[in-house]
């Protein structure tokens, strides 16, 4: 089986986050502070997925940037599909040829597509534009059933987060 047959297979599987979001403080010294959560996957019989998790992060806004979120699913070392919500970002798409935005530049929010190619491919991405919306739509095409989204801003505002 090829990686990509795998990470199709993965992504048709129903399955489940192990554990509820919950944000923690990332390490390191990011200012602002990036927030993360991760989680492990389960399949629709309650078996860990071995070598499968969810990672989503978070960062604040610090003008002149917007706030930025994305969404990853990891399959071993791989961030087999994502989405990456950041408004100032750009790809310029190479080798990937035969894929609609192969030798095109796609700026924006944006969706990561593993390929035969491998990691780096990405597509646009239009949803409408609340963090809530992205998250259900990222678990709608991952097969994730069940998780609810919670806003990691309610942390950061309420000044909880210098606590951490």
């Given at each position: 089986?090829?990686?990509?047959?795998a990470?199709?297979?993965?992504?048709?599987?129903?399955?489940?986050?192990?554990?509820?979001?919950?944000?923690q403080?990332?390490?390191?010294?990011?200012?602002?502070?990036?927030?993360i959560?991760?989680?492990?996957?389960?399949?629709?019989?309650?078996?860990?997925l071995?070598?499968?998790?969810?990672?989503?992060?978070?960062?604040?806004?610090?003008p002149?940037?917007?706030?930025?979120?994305?969404?990853?699913?990891?399959?071993?070392?791989?961030r087999?599909?994502?989405?990456?919500?950041?408004?100032?970002?750009?790809?310029?798409?190479?080798?990937?040829?035969?894929?609609?935005?192969?030798?095109?530049?796609?700026?924006?929010?944006?969706?990561?597509?593993?390929?035969?190619?491998?990691?780096?491919?990405?597509?646009?991405?239009?949803?409408?534009?609340?963090?809530?919306?992205?998250?259900?739509?990222?678990?709608?095409?991952?097969?994730?059933?069940?998780?609810?989204?919670?806003?990691?801003?309610?942390l950061h505002?309420?000044?909880?987060?210098?606590?951490?």
């Amino acid at each position: 089986m090829t990686r990509l047959t795998a990470v199709r297979a993965l992504l048709a599987t129903p399955k489940h986050l192990a554990r509820t979001m919950a944000w923690q403080r990332k390490r390191g010294n990011h200012l602002p502070p990036w927030m993360i959560f991760e989680s492990g996957v389960m399949d629709a019989q309650q078996k860990t997925l071995e070598g499968v998790r969810v990672r989503c992060q978070w960062r604040p806004v610090d003008p002149p940037y917007p706030e930025k979120y994305s969404f990853g699913l990891y399959f071993g070392y791989d961030r087999v599909f994502a989405y990456d919500i950041d408004p100032m970002d750009a790809h310029h798409l190479r080798g990937f040829d035969g894929l609609p935005f192969d030798g095109q530049i796609v700026l924006g929010n944006h969706v990561h597509r593993w390929a035969e190619q491998g990691y780096g491919y990405v597509e646009p991405l239009t949803v409408e534009p609340s963090m809530a919306a992205y998250w259900d739509q990222f678990c709608h095409d991952a097969a994730i059933s069940g998780s609810v989204f919670y806003a990691p801003t309610d942390l950061h505002q309420s000044g909880q987060l210098s606590l951490l």
